[in-house]
């Protein structure tokens, strides 16, 4: 169970104090699914690095089965990127000197849970079986994004985090990858958090929130 | 212009946002220019101040009459044959050593101006020009240059004493003057030398010298007619030495020129946006190519001046120890401080645009060829990177044919010179492919997920520290060779001092006269076992200056002198008059070996001996030969006493040798003990390799600072491969180590590569350039501690290199970090 309660963010522009998070609420159950939506600078993304802890939030408290991700330092937090989520990003962030199946391989042998079965099963279901021996440049967008699922799956977080998955995507890949996802996610019995600008893709997932202004927008928290 | 002027404006910008890369290409100028330009202020200054010995006595010195026997002969010879219609000028020299806080000893040169012919001059001023009176009338006048003004620490007009407290005549500096010499009129000099009466040498005019007239019968018993060629002989001798010094300027030329060389192309790589947004806006490709030559040229300039005044002062920091190795090798007196040209300042701003563009123009050319539209894929530039590795490949296969081809027919020290820069260059151009084949090994043996990471992340970031690894190889390499040879060649030249000078104590006598009068005297002495001259004439022996030196039959010489091959009989051979020996150099450059007929031209006949033994003769930049005494004076009557060497009770060394000096008024530096003359020996060859150490150090250091570039140009680049690491669970602190142990692995296998490519330069630089260069080979050694200091030296280097990206990077605040995933906050 992820709550996030009254979360607060700003930054230090040029122009003075920005606020980008001015008291964020919701919560997202086990197994469930969860779309995040809103116009760009409505703080999606900033909100979904706190929640890696890539970022720590300036006030509020965002638990993790009822341990807060607050204080902890930042070797607590690296461990929580490594063991407890699985992030997926809009420009895919695989590591260019390893081949996709060290790529797909990487985090859960980071997490010491690679289980290769798994994983192989993984590979077969994103149809990257003939591109294992490739390298990341050697693929298309689509195929790329692909094995960024392959990668946030394979530990079976608990948690997957996704950031635009769809967004440098066709309309007809965007529908197959996220397919995929939804139903890998299913699989491996993790909770999905998706930030997206498409109304159409968030109506896949369970609920749907709209961050406006920094705000979870009335009557949807 | 308009279009040249708008791209070349926008190109500019790209340096407002990346000042380091600014730097790194100035630095790599600067260094590449400085460490260039200092080597050739010291051979600039050497050579001018060779030329300035030789114009002492312009165009009056064309010949001259010496001594058959001993350095100096009565003056009346000089009235007999002023008498005679010989239109000769008296010329005494000899050493004087002034006193003061730091006595020093210089060339006294005693010149009768009257005598000499109209149109000579002295010291660049014409004979009929100058203030005779002041010259010759008391007080008199001491010409010094400006430098050894300074050097003494003395003032124009001062009147200094000598060792021995005679006062010269006032010092008047003379700006064309050579280093270390006064001049003075010779009634002055047979003064203050205490040579009352005696001469060096009588000048004979060219035209008259040309006529080649018979000496008057008495006269020729005394004198001997020779042709002036000390100045060609000084510059033919240290050529070797200039030669090396600038290889030493060209390799750290070219590690300098690496730095600029990656800096530009990493500009080139992130500006490549740029210049497919200037293509699409209509810039014509010879237009981008004019702009950003025109910048390359802007870096030049500036890189170059600042190259130019670091250069400057680098020579007067070295050009002490060059100056001594000189004096003490050569004889050759330099200056102790740089006067130079403009035209140096103006080369050396020729160099830095020439450097520079051999550093961009394969960035420039790699732009021209690469397609509009593809400017801005970075697989295109991969792409481009690898047909260049290919090209460079194939260029050390060509390289290497070059090295193999140079080692079996080359004869010649720019062969010699060739090969080893044919070795370095193939060594560099391989050492991409090699890093790469190595890593790929390594990744075979890599299990974990970071490990793996860190060995395929190592293969990725090749390209772009290729070449600053390229100029470490290259520095450590020369470290690793260098050091090898000189330390080799200080065991086996300090192993073969102790033999060779086994004498306890050695005397330079005045004459002959003098030595036989001494000889006789040492021979009542208590204590003194043998008393053996060494009888000398120098000659020529196929152009080449050689001392021919004739010893008495001793058992000490069987015993002492090294050979380094010999006939069973060699020493029975000597003693009988039928043998010779030749030093190594000398036998090298006649290309002769033992056995072989040795024609030595005497004074009447020529004479042929037997080769019966090679021998070392370190430092000696002459040729060597050693034949009996007996022998020598039958055939040569010029053949003079040059050293007294007593063999004799060492305790008696000290009573001896204070005898000597009050009773014949010999000089200290004339009577000389033998653990003094080992001593003085072993500093002149320290000094001798400080400025190539020196050098090497800065290479080595210019290499350091390449690395440095590199790896903080690249940090900048590198966050895109590192945050998704951390995204993924990896930590900042973990980052910092796996990018630190990624650069010393990295530095690791090029040290590893490094010391085998230094041996083999030590062995090109001991076995070839050696031999040509002086004439001896000398046995290659493998210094394991040495190698392990270097080696460390290397990785602490790498070290200092990586300390700085890495404690950016750890300082990174994690929004930096972030920017790799979004755009927006």
Redesign the interface.
């Known amino acids: 169970m992820l709550v996030v309660e009254d979360v607060r963010k700003s930054f230090i522009t040029a122009q003075g104090k920005l606020p980008v998070l001015r008291g964020v609420d919701f919560q997202l159950s086990t197994g469930t699914s969860l779309a995040l939506m809103g116009e760009s600078g409505s703080g999606k993304s900033t909100l979904l690095h706190l929640i890696a802890g890539l970022e720590r939030a300036d006030s509020g408290r965002i638990l993790v089965d009822g341990e807060p991700l607050q204080g902890r330092r930042e070797a607590e937090l690296a461990r929580w990127r490594r063991e407890g989520i699985g992030l997926i990003f809009q420009q895919y962030n695989l590591i260019s000197s390893l081949q996709v199946s060290a790529n797909l391989a990487f985090q859960a042998r980071l997490a010491g849970r690679h289980d290769p079965a798994w994983v192989e099963h993984l590979a077969g279901r994103l149809g990257l079986m003939p591109l294992l021996q490739r390298y990341p440049e050697q693929l298309s967008g689509g195929q790329q994004q692909r094995v960024a699922i392959g990668r946030a799956l394979a530990p079976r977080p608990p948690l997957v985090l996704a950031d635009e998955p769809t967004g440098n995507l066709d309309e007809a890949t965007s529908d197959t990858v996220l397919d995929l996802l939804l139903q890998l996610v299913a699989e491996a019995g993790s909770s999905l958090l998706m930030v997206t600008h498409s109304a159409r893709l968030a109506s896949r997932l369970t609920r749907r929130l709209c961050l406006h202004l920094g705000r979870i927008q009335p009557g949807e928290a | 212009m308009g279009m040249l002027r708008i791209s070349l404006l926008a190109l500019l910008s790209h340096w407002r946002r990346h000042p380091l890369q600014f730097c790194s290409i100035l630095t790599g100028l600067w260094l590449a220019t400085a460490l260039w330009t200092g080597v050739q202020a010291l051979n600039n200054q050497a050579r001018a101040d060779y030329a300035r010995a030789g114009a002492l006595l312009a165009s009056a010195a064309q010949a001259q009459l010496v001594a058959r026997q001993g350095e100096r002969f009565d003056q009346a010879a000089h009235v007999q044959l002023r008498r005679s219609g010989w239109p000769v000028s008296p010329i005494l020299e000899g050493r004087l050593s002034i006193a003061g806080k730091e006595p020093s000893t210089l060339r006294l040169l005693g010149i009768e101006p009257l005598t000499l012919p109209r149109e000579a001059s002295i010291a660049g001023q014409l004979t009929t020009g100058f203030d005779l009176d002041g010259f010759i009338g008391p007080p008199g006048q001491a010409w010094i240059a400006p430098d050894t003004l300074l050097r003494l620490g003395l003032k124009a007009g001062e009147q200094p004493l000598s060792g021995d407290g005679q006062r010269l005549p006032p010092l008047q500096v003379q700006a064309q003057l050579a280093p270390g010499v006064i001049v003075v009129d010779i009634g002055h000099a047979q003064t203050l030398l205490r040579a009352p009466g005696q001469l060096s040498r009588l000048l004979l005019p060219k035209a008259f010298a040309a006529l080649a007239p018979p000496l008057p019968v008495e006269l020729a018993a005394i004198l001997r007619l020779q042709a002036s060629t000390d100045t060609d002989d000084l510059q033919r001798l240290t050529d070797s030495f200039h030669l090396n010094l600038t290889a030493l300027g060209m390799l750290a030329f070219v590690v300098g020129l690496f730095i600029v060389h990656a800096a530009i192309g990493l500009a080139l790589e992130q500006r490549r946006g740029l210049l497919r947004t200037l293509r699409a806006c209509g810039v014509s490709l010879s237009g981008l190519i004019g702009a950003l030559t025109l910048e390359l040229g802007l870096f030049a300039l500036l890189g170059g001046l600042a190259g130019v005044i670091s250069g400057y002062l680098l020579a007067s920091l070295l050009l002490p120890d060059v100056a001594a190795s000189l004096r003490g090798l050569y004889g050759a007196q330099v200056a102790g401080q740089l006067s130079l040209s403009p035209q140096w300042g103006l080369a050396g701003l020729a160099i830095s645009l020439l450097g520079a563009f051999l550093a961009g123009c394969s960035s420039l050319l790699r732009t021209m060829r690469l397609p509009l539209l593809a400017l801005a894929q970075?697989?295109a530039w991969r792409l481009a990177q690898g047909v260049w590795l290919r090209r460079q490949v194939l260029l050390a296969i060509v390289l290497v044919v070059l090295a193999m081809a140079c080692w079996w027919f080359g004869d010649s020290l720019l062969s010699a010179f060739v090969m080893v820069t044919a070795v370095l260059l193939t060594a560099a151009l391989l050492l991409p492919a090699l890093l790469d084949a190595a890593l790929a090994v390594l990744t075979r043996f890599s299990r974990?997920?970071?490990t793996?990471?860190f060995i395929?992340?190592s293969?990725?970031q090749l390209p772009a520290l290729a070449l600053a690894l390229m100029a470490l190889l290259l520095a450590l390499a020369a470290s690793v060779g260098v050091g090898s040879m000189t330390e080799g060649f200080r065991r086996t030249f300090v192993g073969w001092l102790d033999q060779r000078l086994s004498a306890d104590l050695y005397v330079t006598p005045r004459d002959t006269p003098q030595a036989l009068e001494i000889s006789a005297w040492l021979s009542g002495q208590p204590g003194v076992d043998a008393v053996l001259p060494n009888w000398r004439v120098d000659t020529r022996l196929q152009g080449w200056p050689v001392q021919l030196q004739g010893i008495a039959d001793h058992p000490s010489y069987r015993q002492h002198w090294p050979l380094l091959e010999q006939r069973s009989d060699a020493w029975t051979q000597l003693a009988a008059g039928q043998g010779a020996m030749l030093s190594e150099q000398l036998a090298r450059r006649l290309k002769l070996g033992l056995d072989d007929d040795l024609l030595l031209p005497t004074d009447q006949t020529e004479q042929h001996l037997t080769i019966v033994g090679l021998y070392a003769d370190y430092g000696n930049s002459k040729g060597h030969v050693l034949v009996d005494a007996n022998w020598l004076r039958r055939y040569w009557r010029e053949a003079r006493v040059s050293t007294l060497n007593l063999r004799m009770a060492p305790a008696r060394v000290p009573e001896l040798k204070a005898a000597l000096e009050q009773r014949y008024g010999l000089d200290s530096s004339r009577v000389v003990d033998q653990s003094s003359l080992k001593r003085w020996s072993t500093e002149v060859f320290d000094r001798t390799f400080a400025a190539t150490a020196a050098l090497n150090s800065l290479t080595l250091g210019v290499a350091g600072v390449a690395l440095f570039i590199s790896l903080l140009t690249l940090g900048q680049s590198r966050l895109g491969?590192l945050?998704?690491?951390?995204?993924?669970?990896?930590?900042?602190?973990?980052l910092v180590w796996l990018c630190l142990g990624q650069t010393l692995m990295l530095a690791l296998l090029t040290v590893l590569l490094a010391i085998p490519l230094g041996l083999l330069l030590a062995w090109c630089l001991v076995a070839v350039v050696n031999v040509q260069a002086f004439g001896w080979r000398l046995p290659l050694h493998v210094f394991a501690g040495q190698l392990l200091q270097l080696g460390l030296l290397g990785l602490l280097t790498s070290l200092l290199a990586a300390a700085g990206p890495l404690w950016q990077l750890a300082r990174r605040q994690?929004?930096e970090?972030?920017r790799?995933?979004?755009d927006?906050?």
């Open positions: 970075p697989q974990g997920p970071l793996q990471w395929a992340d293969r990725q491969q945050a998704p690491l951390w995204a993924l669970g990896v930590g900042r602190a973990s994690p929004a970090l972030l790799q995933f979004a927006e906050p």
